[in-house]
């Protein structure tokens, strides 16, 4: 028999995803995939997962389910929460440790505290059929995932695997620093000249606010208002995960995943591919700072980035033999 | 035609050829997407031509902005001029008042008929500038002059699938149902979307399209047809 999750509470907004549906944006569908691709790629590791494997990504508050499998190994990454287990042996387990559990426990994870999305993987993953090359769940368009669907009360989320693996549990080699404080590094334009001169400075000069407005399609910020040159309509054009737009009400909004792949608002400046994870966790009411840096810094800092992932992934896998 | 070239981030270049809606302008993105495909360019995801750019989306672990642009700037050098063939659709509208629920509002505005309006919208062949907005969106033009209208100012929460809509000198038509603040003026039963296939969109970005008038009653014959993938929608190759 194949093993399953019995979802007992959903949480707020609880969806499958892997990396990334690749190769439809002309044809207008966002890539979607995981908010916080650092996260779901260690909790990947921490299972034994490779970094393709779907995982659960939970928005504000995660859900409770319950095994009915042998057992599942799970770990939770991109929060400070903990996973607590409320049957069989009662506990918890630290975000960043993978753990396993057995038939009919119950396990939840409750609100996701400091961040705003975080990761459970499960070994081996969900069993749902890719969508145009990818399992991640497109909400808006009903694609992919669980039925195209976030998880509701009573879905039974089947796993790959009936079974998982005797070994020791893995930790992450060092904390996830969740960088709640560090300023958010962008790339000016694709149209900042549709801005005015002071408006890019105070664009660069202020704290914004993330506002309750924050989805997998954009997040929107609260702050000093950015005034364009000439109107706030351009011809639309292509946009990129991590565009700051900014529509008529002067006040941004930072594109995530779930993006329209094309839009009718200038975007003054851009957030570099290595930072897009650490806006993504950023929950409503916490402050972003912007700062400018050029294509090529940004690009090796995503390679630095990649190195670290890399290595952090090795070592985890290490663990596994030891 | 020079080009611009505009960082998006880290992850994306826009190439950019002007700053107008225009058929040249946009032949000239469509012809330079076809280009970086066929080149394929380390690096390079995916293409996504627009009216008026081309986003060229890249791994920046695989490669750089300068060397794209570069190799970029070699195409553009070489580009040929030549337009290719290119699929001309005819997509059954149903114009009945049942299907068409900003029709006579978009007759009063324009100060014509109704039968005008769908005269001038059905004769029309349209040219697929760019999909975008949601999955298998298309935006056509060029409306004609006197169909021409804004935006509506208060946009429908939910704009049925399949709805033909006009607004601001483009023509479109829903693929799912979603909001939106376009006059919809008819609608087609079929399917614009399909994530079954591995070519999922009906509609590339320069395609043609020419909208063949249907009664309600043949709306829901090829409704019914389509639901059970007995219909294809009437397909052949033009160079107009």
Redesign the interface.
Known sequence: MRGALEVISPGLFTTVQDRGR????????PTSGPLDRISLRLANALVGNSPDTPALEMLIQGPALKVLARSVRVALVGCNARIEVRSGTARTIAAGTSVRLSRDDIFRIGNLGDSICAYLAIEGGPDVPA??GSTSTFV????GGFDGRRLQKNDFVPLKLADSSERAEATLPCTLDLALDQPIR??????ADCFTADAVKTFLASAYTVSPQADRMGYRLAGPVLAHVKGHDI?????????VQVPGSGQPIVLMVDN????GYP?IA????ADVPVVARRRPGRAIRFVAVE??E??AL??AQ?AALQQASEEIAKSFHQ | MSARFLPAGDTAIVVEFGDRIDRSVNDRVLRLSAQVRAANLPGVVETVPTFRSLMVHYDPLVSDSASLIAAIEKLLDSGGEENAPRKLWRIPACYAESHAPDLSEVAQRTGLSTEEVVRLHRDTRFHVYMIGFVQGYPYMGDVPRALVLPRRPDPRVRVPAGSIAIAAGMTAIYPIESPGGWHLIGATPIRLFDPRSLRPALLSPGDAVQFEPVSAHEFDTIRTAVAADEYSVPCEMTMT
């Open positions: 690749i190769g439809y944006q002309d044809v207008g569908l969508v145009l808006r368009g009903a694609i962008v790339v000016l334009g694709p149209q011809i639309s054009d292509g946009t990129v995960t991590g565009a329209q792949t094309t839009g975007k851009t957030v570099i591919s294509v090529s940004a690009v995503r390679k990649e």
